[in-house]
């Protein structure tokens, strides 16, 4: 079994600009030193407009457990 570590990253976060991709560089080189995949999902916004966003949490796991 292989270690995943996953990011969902939602609104301003998720645009290119914001300090969310430091943390996502520095995420990614820790996965890649120890073996771990590292998967990031950025949303602008989520699908679901009649649920709160963190519902977008849900499928994104399934989403990486499908992986």
């Known amino acids: 079994m292989k270690i ?12 290119p ?3 969310f991709s430091i943390v ?10 120890h073996g771990y995949k590292y998967v990031v999902e950025r ?4 699908g679901q407009q009649d649920r709160h966003r963190n519902w ?3 499928a994104h796991m399934q ?3 499908n992986d």
């Open 4 to 15: 995943k570590v996953s990011q969902l990253a939602f609104g301003d976060h998720a645009k």
């Open 24 to 33: 996502e560089q520095i995420n990614r080189l820790y996965c890649e030193r």
């Open 63 to 65: 989403r990486c457990l």
């Open 17 to 19: 600009d914001h300090w």
């Open 43 to 46: 949303l602008l916004q989520h």
């Open 56 to 58: 977008a949490k849900v």
